[in-house]
T-cell receptor
Framework: KAGVTQTPRYLIKTRGQQVTLSCSPI?????VSWYQQTPGQGLQFLFE???????NKGNFPGRFSGRQFSNSRSEMNVSTLELGDSALYLC??????????????FGPGTRLTVL | GDSVTQMEGPVTLSEEAFLTINCTYT??????LFWYVQYPGEGLQLLLK?????DKGSNKGFEATYRKETTSFHLEKGSVQVSDSAVYFC???????????FGQGTELSVKP
């Protein structure tokens, strides 16, 4: 089975712009979660989607949004970029996501740099 | 709220040395526990997991035992290799699912 794929792998944007990141989960997985990784804050949960519905949300401003399509692929969008949004954005997929033992498998991430 | 605390790094060891990375957690329920590893420039890879008390997860020579009485999930390996150099993350997930809660990560550097 192919793993979780994320595109693009690298992005450079300037303040005020917006960006869209894409994630394709492992085939058969219906839950997709997004995390932000920074040196200062570590790994922080953004949101989770299941069957095209946002099921959980972390403590991020409304500039961060996402969606999931019927084929379980997911996108996240960040509007009005700030310097502090520079981070590695990781996508993770799992089969159902509603059980603790259900393992989340991570993609390689998208490295976003905001200038 | 739930949280995970790992020993601070970086940890530097010689090849074939014994490795322990401490991890303790705070949770209201009965979480599943995970160790993930991140190699430079890559995403997170699942190393091992345990889903209930006294379970032992193991993979590639690494082991960790779910200790409910001490709320711990320490990672061990008997003989590390240079290729084990990476950042290791301990994480928990509550029984009903939801987000993973991560520790701050421990960087391991193994010298030949």
């Amino acid at each position: 089975k192919a793993g979780v794929t994320q595109t693009p792998r690298y992005l450079i944007k300037t303040r005020g712009q917006q960006v869209t990141l894409s994630c394709s989960p492992i085939s058969g997985h219906r839950s997709v979660s997004w995390y932000q990784q920074t040196p200062g804050q570590g790994l922080q949960f953004l949101f989770e989607y299941f069957s095209e519905t946002q099921r959980n949300k972390g403590n991020f401003p409304g500039r961060f949004s996402g969606r999931q399509f019927s084929n379980s692929r997911s996108e996240m969008n960040v509007s009005t970029l700030e310097l502090g949004d520079s981070a590695l954005y990781l996508c993770a997929s799992s089969f159902s996501g509603n059980q603790g033992a259900d393992t989340q498998y991570f993609g390689p991430g998208t490295r976003l740099t905001v200038l | 709220g739930d949280s995970v605390t790992q020993m601070e790094g970086p940890v530097t060891l010689s090849e074939e040395a014994f490795l322990t990375i401490n991890c303790t957690y705070t949770a209201t329920g009965y979480p599943s526990l995970f160790w993930y590893v991140q190699y430079p420039g890559e995403g997170l890879q699942l190393l091992l997991k345990a889903t209930k008390a006294d379970d032992k997860g193991s993979n590639k020579g690494f082991e960790a035992t779910y200790r409910k009485e001490t709320t711990s999930f320490h990672l061990e390996k008997g003989s590390v290799q240079v290729s084990d150099s990476a950042v290791y993350f301990c994480a928990l997930r509550e029984n009903q699912g939801g987000k993973l809660i991560f520790g701050q990560g421990t960087e391991l550097s193994v010298k030949p």
